[in-house]
């Protein structure tokens, strides 16, 4: 085979990869978005080790975040709720459904402590309505509990990014209705 085919049928397979890997995060995300009562405009997957180094820290200690006035639903590519959805693991895709609801809640205007009461009473119908496990369910529903009782002051286990332009570089997958973002 002359040797220009082999790099031909290379670089095809290089061109392949991502979208390979996309239709994966796609395919997760959708079953993650059947769980709730409204879909959100947008879902963006972000690769932290792909952002500018500026919000790189920032990113890999979240595992959902927006940005201001922003109506997409940012997902980090390392984190543990999405890192076992993409696994099939049933319990990992209802806490991503619960994490993607309080962002959602937040895009609606609430902040923290409604954000959390939100997302709390989601995970409670999937516990009464017997989707998930009664025992994991209650045992994470006293983690999400427990981020309240700490203090007075909220641990926030998510972000209001002010950030806009750097962000889309870092997209490595893009769920929504809508048309993809154009880069700005
Ligand atoms: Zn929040």
């Given at each position: 085979m002359p040797s220009y085919v082999i790099a031909l049928l290379f670089l095809t397979s290089l061109a392949q990869a991502p979208r390979r890997e996309d239709s994966r995060y796609h395919q997760t995300i959708e079953r993650v978005l059947a769980l709730l009562p409204?879909?959100?405009a947008q879902v963006v997957i972000v690769d932290p080790d792909q952002a500018g180094a500026e919000i790189r820290g920032t990113l890999l200690r979240m595992e959902a975040f927006i940005t201001k006035g922003g109506r997409v639903v940012y997902l980090t590519s390392h984190g543990e709720a999405?890192?076992?959805a993409l696994k099939g693991w049933s319990l990992h895709e209802y806490i991503?459904?619960?994490i993607i609801?309080?962002?959602m809640a937040h895009i609606h205007g609430a902040d923290e402590v409604e954000a959390q009461r939100?997302?709390?009473?989601?995970w409670i119908r999937y516990v009464m309505d017997e989707r998930v496990d009664p025992?994991?369910?209650?045992?994470?529903?006293s983690g999400l509990k427990s981020r309240r009782s700490k203090d007075t002051k909220v641990q926030p286990g998510d972000a209001v990014l002010t950030l806009k332009g750097p962000l889309m570089?870092?997209?490595i997958a893009v769920i929504g209705?809508?048309?993809p973002l154009s880069k700005r």
């Open positions: 409204e879909r959100p999405l890192q076992g991503l459904a619960s609801w309080h962002e939100r997302e709390e009473a989601l025992g994991d369910g209650m045992r994470y529903l570089t870092a997209a209705p809508t048309a």
